[in-house]
């Protein structure tokens, strides 16, 4: 081991215990949801629990994202410095301004609308938190895209995209259909959820990818380990998915797991596809002298 990496090896532990903390309340969520919000009968034998979960209930989702913000903030700060805040920025205000219209005007989702579980909000509409939810997945969507497809923009900014909708078809049933933390204002043949919301979700992510491949050039999102970004994606993942795991909305479950599995090999059948391309060509991000 180089002097370079004893020196970064404190920031590595760091790191990954952000992502256990993250793990672990995720895991202790997930058991109080099985044991007491879908058997509410339980509380009243544990007294203690009768006057905690409620609470915790109503805040669970806030802590999440906050968690989960503060998880991949510790691997962007370990890994890159602060130059990602500018896309946190830009990504920040794209995401509203699509959630702002889908709250507002059924577009391009659907006509929806937050409860207050959420907290508080940015205008009259949308949580302050549900633009930062954006960021910290299509962060991880672009590094697993971008390791794809380096050589192929258009490829990995779809791929990206793509990345996003996958969480929504576990995030959507769990948050608007077991729980209500958004309503619809028309039903879908998902959980109730209409099939242009899936649409809204795309167009979005498309967005996000656009302008983070405005600043990755800068920022160097590519740096990030691909491992990494993957565990992390899957510990997001597990939330909305282990709720449907628990209320046993096995359709959720299955839709969200086989659609993975479906990208996933159309993309190494694309990888392998002998007119893809090998070197990197005028799509690949600039590598700064000294880079990896």
Do not use: K
């Not at 302050?128 to 900014?157: G, H, K, Q, Y």
């Amino acid at each position: 081991m180089t002097s370079a990496e004893v020196d970064r090896e404190p920031l590595r532990r760091i790191e990954t215990t952000g992502l256990a903390v993250l793990a672990g309340f995720t895991l202790v969520a997930l058991t109080g949801y099985a044991l007491f919000a879908l058997r509410p009968a339980n509380l009243a034998a544990i007294p203690i629990a009768a006057g905690f979960f409620p609470v915790s209930f109503r805040f669970f989702a806030q802590i999440h994202i906050v968690l989960c913000f503060a998880a991949l903030a510790t691997i962007l700060v370990t890994r890159i410095g602060w130059s990602w805040l500018p896309a946190l920025a830009a990504t920040y205000v794209v995401s509203f301004v699509s959630e702002h219209l889908g709250t507002g005007y059924g577009i391009p989702f659907g006509g929806y609308e937050y409860t207050t579980l959420l907290g508080i909000r940015v205008g009259p509409r949308v949580p302050a938190l549900i633009p930062l939810s954006w960021f910290l997945m299509s962060v991880p969507c672009w590094v697993l895209a971008w390791a794809a497809f380096p050589d192929r923009r258009a490829a990995r900014v779809t791929l990206a995209a793509l990345g996003l909708v996958l969480w929504d078809l576990a995030l959507d049933p769990a948050m608007s259909s077991l729980t209500s933390y958004w309503r619809w204002h028309e039903s879908g043949p998902y959980y109730g959820m209409p099939w242009m919301n899936l649409v809204g979700w795309f167009v979005t992510g498309l967005a996000l990818m656009i302008v983070l491949e405005a600043f990755a050039g800068r920022i160097r999102f590519d740096r990030l380990p691909v491992p990494l970004m993957a565990a992390y994606y899957g510990i997001v993942l597990l939330m909305p998915l282990g709720m449907l795991a628990a209320a046993g909305a096995w359709l959720g479950v299955i839709t969200t797991l086989a659609a993975i599995g479906l990208v996933v090999a159309v993309v190494r059948l694309l990888r392998s596809s002998p007119t893809a391309p090998s070197g990197r060509g005028s799509d690949a991000l600039p590598t700064p002298a000294g880079s990896r």
